[in-house]
């Protein structure tokens, strides 16, 4: 009788095991992409993406990993498993995207097409697309080498993928139609410099200025360079104390390169900490002649290119006035304010908020499904989200 | 009789020689589960070096290199233990990363913050070259620049630091760090004080290496053979200017 018991319980527990392993798989199976299970459906069924990554320091023992998080309609999330890039990002083209780690770049279209890169790289820069010439491009922070510092480039399509360098170490970048502008930096010289990179056949480097009044031990980089039809525009602020800073606007003319400076914002008696962006690569947008930025405090300030007015446009709700983050992204596009957003308050915890920038409020909220368990799946690393892109 | 003690000696002698041999290689091995990225021959190297340079047996070193690696493991997992217990306390093994930028600070101090990096929470640190410029090794890519919006680190345990010393040498030491920008990273967290200054070297090396030559200061809380990140944060040269 005992017998029977007991090979019945065990029967019960196997079964039970298998079940439960079962489950997991089915539910791995179904958040983890594989490059096969890409399709056509993926992308048009995706609303947004966002990059999460290890930091550079994890990949000791080459196994650094990250994830393009495809938030789907439905809000539930599927996520591609990549090598590690700190500090990577995601590019938007015409129905198609780039996607990036330390040593491979995918275009994912119908399908995903990857390249295999001979040099790896730790720490991202920039992606982005170039509609004219129908090229994406990422750049990296790669270091010093025998000539100097550089910035590796990996620049093409789904045919091919060159990759060049730039000389110089980038403070911040942005993306135009045509090319891609930095700012860099050379603490030698004590300069910096606003210089265009362009692709015609092969990379181009144009000098444009120097930057004046800018000094090389407190100038901090806020937002992505930004452009209109006669300007350049910085947001850049130079460091006072450990709780003074002083945010401000460099508009530089396209054609006489004369340089202006507007004050944006002051921050005094401040944790300085907690007002930097919750992605200083995504933190502004020209929209509707008036230039929007988004500091860490949640506050949306505008400055208009026309009077050169500066206000404060409206506030996210709820936003948190500490440094402490999780994972929290902006993403600006056709006149929206994107924010992945956090709370313990939700069952997923993320979400994802717009707010319209001409009506400065909540245009629409939804809860992510699935992004926390993408964020703890692995139990010997952890990644943290780099890049945050809406595609409808 | 005399046969007797002469055969009870060399006995004895075999025994606490083989003893010490063994004690030796028990050393090794326990070295290397802590730092399992550098080889034995590294290590018995780096030994030989140390045991010619001062004198002491090569078991005496070993002994020290291991009780040193774990007197920084048993502290690594108290503050381990600790950061758990708080609000937003995040266990530190992601490596040196986090969700919060670690925000600007005056050329020549450092930060620390807990990591997992080399298989041990050792913890990391990284030096202010500018004001908003960070100059740090890490594993994977070495000694690189990054700027202080983008590093983000867990708040956690985390804090800014000073030197304290003249603006000169705080200057000199930054600026050296700077020239490090681009040397490879290594393991060796356990002889690390007494290699050279110049080549390979991990975070704890480079700042300790940046303020010993320039100014001579030990940012070293203990001395000892290896400095460890810790070591640097808890010297007595330095204050406290924030927690991240």
């Given at each position: 009788m005992k017998k029977i018991i007991f090979i019945g319980i065990s029967l019960i527990i196997i079964f039970i095991v298998i079940i439960l392993f079962k489950q997991q798989n089915i539910k791995d199976s179904s958040q983890f992409l594989s490059a096969?299970?890409?399709?056509?459906?993926l992308l048009k069924n995706t609303k947004a993406v966002i990059y999460l990554s290890t930091t550079a320091d994890q990949d000791f023992d080459n196994k650094g990993l990250s994830y393009s998080v495809f938030v789907k309609k439905d809000h539930s999330t599927q996520a591609l498993t990549m090598n590690g890039l700190e500090l990577g990002s995601i590019a938007v083209g015409k129905n198609r995207l780039l996607l990036e780690d330390k040593n491979t770049i995918r275009i994912v279209d119908g399908d995903i097409k990857q390249f295999n890169m001979d040099t790896p790289q730790y720490t991202g820069e920039r992606t982005g697309y170039l509609p004219s010439q129908d090229l994406f491009f990422s750049i990296y922070n790669s270091g010093f080498k025998e000539s100097g510092y550089n910035s590796d480039v990996r620049y093409g399509n789904a045919e091919k993928i060159n990759v060049d360098s730039i000389p110089y170490y980038i403070l911040i970048s942005g993306v135009t139609e045509k090319g891609i502008n930095i700012l860099t930096q050379d603490f030698e010289t004590k300069t910096f410099n606003l210089r265009e990179v362009t692709f015609d056949k092969e990379l181009k480097i144009n000098d444009i200025t120097t930057l004046q009044e800018l000094t090389i031990d407190s100038t901090q980089a806020l937002a992505p360079i930004l452009t209109d039809e006669h300007y350049y525009y910085l947001i850049l602020s130079t460091i006072i104390s450990e709780s003074k800073e002083s945010v401000s606007i460099y508009r530089i003319n396209k054609k006489t390169l004369e340089q202006e400076k507007f004050k944006l914002i002051e921050y005094n008696d401040v944790d300085l900490t907690a007002t930097i962006p919750y992605n200083y690569k995504n933190s502004a947008t020209i929209s509707q002649n008036k230039l929007f930025y988004a500091n860490g405090l949640g506050e949306i300030y505008s400055f208009d290119?026309?009077?050169?007015a500066v206000s404060k446009a409206f506030k996210l709700k709820?936003?948190?006035?500490?440094?402490?983050?999780?994972n929290e992204e902006t993403y600006f596009k056709d006149g929206n304010l994107y924010v992945l957003r956090y709370s313990e308050?939700?069952?997923?915890?993320y979400y994802l908020e717009t707010y319209s920038l001409d009506k400065g409020k909540l245009i629409d909220s939804f809860d992510i499904n699935g992004l926390d368990e993408i964020i703890n799946h692995s139990s010997s690393k952890k990644v943290y989200s780099y890049d945050l892109k809406v595609l409808q | 009789m005399k046969k007797t003690i002469l055969a009870l000696s060399l006995t004895t002698a075999m025994l606490f020689s083989q003893a010490s041999i063994t004690n030796a290689e028990s050393y090794v091995d326990d070295i290397l589960k802590l730092?399992?990225?550098?080889?034995e021959e590294e290590l018995l190297q780096d030994v030989q070096m140390i045991a010619s340079n001062t004198g002491q047996s090569e078991q005496v070193i070993l002994e020290q290199i291991y009780t040193e690696l774990k007197e920084d493991e048993a502290k690594g997992i108290a503050e381990k233990s600790a950061y758990s217990k708080e609000k937003y306390g995040v266990s530190?093994?992601?490596?040196?990363?986090?969700?919060v930028s670690i925000g600007s600070s005056t050329k020549g101090n450092f930060y620390y913050t807990p990591s997992?990096?080399?298989?041990?929470?050792?913890g990391h640190v990284g030096m202010y070259?500018?004001?908003?410029t960070i100059v740090e090794s890490v594993p994977s890519d070495g000694v690189r620049t990054i700027s202080t919006s983008a590093r983000k680190v867990d708040s956690s345990g985390s804090v800014v630091k000073s030197v304290s010393t003249s603006t000169t040498n705080r200057n000199n030491a930054a600026d050296w760090a700077y020239t490090q920008v681009g040397q490879s990273y290594s393991y060796?967290?356990?002889?690390n004080r007494l290699?050279?200054?110049?080549?390979a070297k991990n975070c704890s090396k480079l700042i300790w290496s940046a303020y010993k030559v320039n100014?001579?200061?030990?940012?070293?809380v203990d001395g000892g053979l290896g400095v460890y990140p810790r070591d640097v944060r808890d010297a007595s040269d330095t204050v406290l200017v924030r927690n991240i």
């Open positions: 096969e299970d890409v399709d056509k459906g290119l026309k009077t050169h709820k936003a948190s006035q500490s440094k402490i983050r999780h308050d939700k069952n997923g915890y | 730092q399992p990225d550098i080889s530190p093994r992601g490596g040196s990363g986090g969700t997992e990096t080399a298989y041990l929470d050792h070259y500018t004001s908003t060796n967290f356990a002889t290699t050279g200054h110049d080549g100014g001579n200061l030990d940012l070293d």
